[in-house]
């Protein structure tokens, strides 16, 4: 299975931006699914997820109340939308996906099997 993550670009601060994440083959993802980002010199963060079981979400507390992560109907694509971004936010964002993926390690990226290639986010101030 590949992911492949999109929707990148360079904004304004307080603009928005909608990322996706689709597997090939239109495999369906809408479970254990993550985003996490990644800013020049710092370590991989974690940003968002929405749990196997039930389809909870959570996210990290710098990006609640901006960020949404949601699926489609057929459950073959994840979005991330965030508004009121802020320079903070630049990154690269990944998508990553484990179909297996307990509770207690959405936030864990060691818990993931399968990464998307990234995705650049840059917001100017």
Known sequence: VQLQASGGGVVQAGGS??????????TVIGYGVAWFRQAPGKEREFVAAIARTGG???????????????????????????????????????????????????????AYDYWGQGTQVTVSS
Do not use: H
Not at 69 to 98: F, G, H
């Open 17 to 26: 931006l909608r990322l996706s994440c689709a597997a090939s083959g239109r």
């Open 56 to 110: 909870s979400t959570v996210y990290t507390d710098s990006v609640k109340g901006r960020f949404t992560i949601s699926r489609d109907n057929a459950k073959t694509t994840v979005y991330l939308q965030m508004n009121s971004l802020e320079p903070e936010d630049t990154a690269v964002y990944y998508c990553a996906w484990n179909p297996r993926i307990i509770p207690s390690s959405l936030r864990v990226s060691s």
